[in-house]
């Protein structure tokens, strides 16, 4: 058994597919179809099940896939251990940052890292909550920017803790208002944000504590985008100060609002308890004490 065998079912699982894995790996489907061969061969048993289009893990191919994930992951930390020797003259740093907010929190951050640190290639993931808290689960990424988790499976560090301001139509009937309640908003439909995203969650459970179910104008991950859409006269959207802030234009205008506490966009950088961080990561993680 050979790790880029493992690497290739486990992209295959990931994937959906053969032909999706060696896009992913950058090589053959012809040479992904075969490591998986071999792997079934090695181990003796039949790892996936092929009905036409579909692939169904088989009971083997559970197991192999739940050690193969772990198998994967404690190589990659030997190779960040193995990295630090060489004291940041080389190394990597799997990163993920949310979607929302990255251009007013992080490109000052990223761009001093990079100068302090020339040599460390940075892999880059951006994404909702969901989206990133998957992806430091698996491995993929080593540290990620999230919503605070409620999972003790993450460790983390605090970064910000933003409230959320609402951008209006400047012709909705609270536009003239100093701040605006969440629940004189029950009317008026709420731009929300992808499904990935926690804040998601939040905005619904607080909108259902004050009596009602938020009517939906529509969606996207991108905070121009909504904000154009309010522009436009489609509805409201919440969003953190710090981006609302950059997002004022004509026909839009932004109100404080008042929320529950639990409504605020409180961003930590996560990392799976227990897990071994590089230099590097903790280098982001030191950069990020140092600004806050």
């Known amino acids: 058994m050979e790790f880029k065998q493992l690497r290739s079912f486990v992209e295959v699982v990931h994937r959906g597919g053969f032909t999706q894995a060696a896009q992913t790996l950058n090589i053959s489907q012809s040479a992904v179809s075969k490591q998986v061969a071999q792997l079934e061969d090695d181990i003796g048993q039949q790892l996936l099940e092929r009905q036409g289009s579909q692939m169904h893990l088989t009971a083997a191919g559970r197991i192999v896939l739940e050690r193969g994930e772990a198998l994967l992951r404690q190589r990659q930390e030997l190779l960040s251990e193995l990295d630090d020797l060489s004291q940041m003259h080389r190394g990597e740093l799997r990163l993920g940052l949310p979607l929302l907010g990255s251009d007013a929190l992080f490109a000052g951050l990223f761009a001093e890292y990079r100068r302090r640190h020339p040599n460390i290639v940075i892999h880059l993931l951006e994404g ?81 504590q004050l009596g009602f179910t938020p009517k939906e104008g529509g969606r996207s991950g991108q905070a121009d985008f909504l904000a154009a859409l309010v522009a436009a006269g489609q509805g409201v959207v919440l969003l953190p100060r710090v981006v609302a802030r950059a997002l004022e234009r004509p026909g839009v205008v932004r109100l404080p609002l008042l929320a529950p506490e639990a409504l605020r966009w409180d961003i930590a950088f996560i990392w799976r308890r227990g897990a071994y961080l590089s230099r590097a990561a903790q280098a982001w993680l030191a950069l990020l004490r140092e600004q806050a």
């Open 128 to 208: 909702g909550s969901r989206t990133i808290e998957q992806a430091v689960r698996s491995g993929e990424l080593e540290l990620g920017g999230s919503l605070t988790p409620n999972d003790d499976g993450f460790a983390f560090q605090p970064f910000c803790n933003e409230p959320l301001d609402a951008l209006l139509p400047a012709g909705h009937a609270l536009a003239g208002l100093t701040e605006v309640d969440l629940g004189q908003l029950a009317e008026t439909p709420f731009l929300l944000y992808q499904r990935s995203f926690v804040l998601n969650d939040r905005l619904l459970s607080a909108c259902q």
